[in-house]
């Protein structure tokens, strides 16, 4: 007998070294711009490289529920001090609800970032 899953997990590694482009305008939502604001440079490209990092997990996670290409601004994500992050979904097409799950760490040049995508009760 199949078990039906309503737990996923998602994984991404990047390099944590600024690329040679911005990639923000098309990584980030509108909610997290405020965020980067004040960050200067150096701060701010390791930012958005960890958002890219937390949404690409969570789009691995959240991909066997909605069976479609999520886009980068359907999610917004608010990385803490404390290796977790708060996640607000808006999808394009009303899928979930869904309890998004994130931690995320630094360490050896790398970013490691895992999301746990689960249905959430309504």
């Known amino acids: ?3 039906e899953s309503h737990l996923r997990v998602g994984v991404d590694v990047e390099a944590d ?13 509108d ?3 405020a965020d980067l604001a004040p960050l200067g440079a150096i701060e701010r ?7 890219f990092s937390a949404k690409e997990a969570i789009y691995k996670a959240l991909d ?13 994500v608010a990385p803490q001090a404390d290796g977790r992050a708060d996640v607000r979904l808006h999808l394009d ?16 040049a790398l970013v490691l ?6 249905r959430a009760s309504q």
Request: aromatic share 10%; glycine share 4%; net charge positive.
């Open 93 to 108: 097409q009303n899928e979930g609800p869904f309890a998004v799950e994130v931690r995320w760490r630094r360490f050896d």
């Open 45 to 51: 490209a390791r930012e958005v490289l960890l958002r």
């Open 64 to 76: 066997p529920f909605v069976h479609r290409f999520v886009g980068f601004k359907e999610v917004s």
């Open 1 to 3: 007998m199949a078990r």
């Open 31 to 33: 909610d997290e711009m």
């Open 113 to 118: 970032t895992t999301a746990r995508v689960a």
């Open 17 to 29: 070294e600024p690329g040679s482009i911005d990639i923000a305008s098309k990584v980030i939502a």
